[in-house]
């Protein structure tokens, strides 16, 4: 079966909505770059340093930047980079490059219906919202999708999971608020077998009383799914918002070192004017962005793409 990462969006609609959701960070971060690459004005020391300020500012991170810089220094001394616009697009390559570094094979996998995605993060960062999104985009390609209420913890979260439900016209298994979240993952997983749905979207809680209750309840819930499901579950996404810039990094590391997460789910680009955190992100957990979300509505997701996401930064 065709994996949901299966269908990319190339073109023209896709640019135009990354540039509209980097539009906070273009308008910063272009404009300083332009400032400094117009011109004749020759790579010397002051331009990489003020070149590394810019990248700095717009949240790529010190280990990223340093490792860019140290590559178009080493060019620079080379001679293999003459005037500034040699060094705009290398530079553009060079983010290309880490970002697709962290981008697996994507495609096809053959696995036993349903696919099964474990949505998980911390509470706020936008879990619920993405799935209604991400439900939408699989039912507008024809796939079924089946939403399992599995963060359990509070009430408010299984309705808000049951509006996008009947939103994106895609079926819901829920159970009681306090309902064992591994019973919600075993009666959706099962129900969705039985009815020969293509998808299903596990929504999870961002918090417990303690983290490594959370933690443990996740694998519990993997165990559960992998009964029903061998291999299940076969995507595992980590939603972060953009606006905790590095901050969100230190949990993000909570739920990688604990789940095995497969790719990461970057929510409100449209919030920020640091956008450069996907490159952050990306590079220092080692994962790849499967999509970013811009905005609260239900089309406000999109598959990233790294030389999309660099050229609408840039251009
Ligand atoms: N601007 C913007 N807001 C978002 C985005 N994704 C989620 N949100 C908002 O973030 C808030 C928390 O989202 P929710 O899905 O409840 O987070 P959860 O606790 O992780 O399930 C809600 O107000 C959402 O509308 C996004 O991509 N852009
Ligand atoms: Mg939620």
């Given at each position: 079966m065709v994996s949901i990462f299966g269908k990319s969006e190339k073109g023209e609609s896709l640019f135009a909505r990354f540039k509209n959701s980097v539009a906070r960070t273009r308008s910063e971060f272009s404009a300083r770059l332009e400032q400094l690459l117009t011109g004749d004005r020759p790579i010397d020391p002051a331009l990489l340093a003020q070149l590394e300020a810019t990248l700095l500012s717009a949240d790529i991170g010190v280990s990223t930047t340093k490792e860019v810089l140290a590559a178009l220094r080493r060019q620079v001394t080379e001679h293999k980079l003459s005037g500034s616009a040699a060094l705009k697009e290398e530079l553009k390559n060079q983010i290309v490059h880490i970002l697709a570094g962290c981008t697996p094979s994507n495609g096809t996998q053959p696995s036993p219906a349903p696919e099964v995605i474990f949505v998980v993060g911390v509470n706020g960062t936008g879990k619920t919202t993405t799935i209604g999104k991400l439900a939408h985009r699989l039912r507008s390609e024809g796939r079924s999708v089946m939403l399992c209420a599995a963060d359990t913890f509070r009430a408010a979260a299984i309705e808000q999971l049951d509006v996008w439900a009947k939103r994106s016209g895609v079926e819901m298994i829920k159970q009681k608020a306090g309902a064992d979240p591994a019973a919600v993952v075993f009666d959706g997983i099962s129900n969705a077998k039985a009815k020969n749905i293509d998808t299903v979207i596990v929504d999870t809680a961002g918090r417990l009383h303690t983290k490594s209750n959370l933690m443990a309840e996740l694998e519990k819930m993997k165990r559960t799914a992998s009964k029903i499901v061998p291999g299940a579950p076969h995507e595992i996404l980590l939603v972060m918002d953009a606006t905790t810039g590095q901050n969100g990094l230190s949990q993000a590391r909570e739920f990688t070192g604990h789940v095995g997460v497969t790719g990461i789910v970057l929510t409100k680009l449209d919030g920020t004017a640091k956008g450069g955190i996907v490159v952050a992100i990306s590079r220092e957990l080692g994962l790849p962005i499967r999509f970013v979300g811009?905005?609260?509505?239900?089309?406000?997701l999109v598959p990233f793409d790294a030389q999309t996401y660099v050229n609408s930064l840039f251009d």
């Amino acid at each position: 079966m065709v994996s949901i990462f299966g269908k990319s969006e190339k073109g023209e609609s896709l640019f135009a909505r990354f540039k509209n959701s980097v539009a906070r960070t273009r308008s910063e971060f272009s404009a300083r770059l332009e400032q400094l690459l117009t011109g004749d004005r020759p790579i010397d020391p002051a331009l990489l340093a003020q070149l590394e300020a810019t990248l700095l500012s717009a949240d790529i991170g010190v280990s990223t930047t340093k490792e860019v810089l140290a590559a178009l220094r080493r060019q620079v001394t080379e001679h293999k980079l003459s005037g500034s616009a040699a060094l705009k697009e290398e530079l553009k390559n060079q983010i290309v490059h880490i970002l697709a570094g962290c981008t697996p094979s994507n495609g096809t996998q053959p696995s036993p219906a349903p696919e099964v995605i474990f949505v998980v993060g911390v509470n706020g960062t936008g879990k619920t919202t993405t799935i209604g999104k991400l439900a939408h985009r699989l039912r507008s390609e024809g796939r079924s999708v089946m939403l399992c209420a599995a963060d359990t913890f509070r009430a408010a979260a299984i309705e808000q999971l049951d509006v996008w439900a009947k939103r994106s016209g895609v079926e819901m298994i829920k159970q009681k608020a306090g309902a064992d979240p591994a019973a919600v993952v075993f009666d959706g997983i099962s129900n969705a077998k039985a009815k020969n749905i293509d998808t299903v979207i596990v929504d999870t809680a961002g918090r417990l009383h303690t983290k490594s209750n959370l933690m443990a309840e996740l694998e519990k819930m993997k165990r559960t799914a992998s009964k029903i499901v061998p291999g299940a579950p076969h995507e595992i996404l980590l939603v972060m918002d953009a606006t905790t810039g590095q901050n969100g990094l230190s949990q993000a590391r909570e739920f990688t070192g604990h789940v095995g997460v497969t790719g990461i789910v970057l929510t409100k680009l449209d919030g920020t004017a640091k956008g450069g955190i996907v490159v952050a992100i990306s590079r220092e957990l080692g994962l790849p962005i499967r999509f970013v979300g811009i905005g609260e509505q239900m089309d406000d997701l999109v598959p990233f793409d790294a030389q999309t996401y660099v050229n609408s930064l840039f251009d």
